[in-house]
């Protein structure tokens, strides 16, 4: 999963779990498929895109925002009212 840093950050930050993480030189991290993504996005990081299990799926994420459910198979995107995700026919997944 790749996420950008938060805006006005710089140098690296310190998570809740004591964990250091530094942005790449364009400001991003990778998350690796199994890595729970909600600390990081309810701390400020966006996600650029992602892939994971349905059960790893972001509960914060921008309207539009695309991720890779591999328990689905499928590419899936946050509504615009930012309550759900949706396939690409419009049907809540």
Known sequence: MLLNFPKG???????????????????????????????YLQSGFTMVQGIGTTALRPTVASAGTMFFDSTLGIPIWRNSGETAWVNSAGATV
């Open 9 to 39: 950050f710089s140098g690296k930050m310190i998570m809740a779990d004591g964990s250091a993480i530094t942005p790449d030189v364009h400001g991003q991290i990778t998350l690796g498929v199994n890595v729970d993504p909600q600390p």
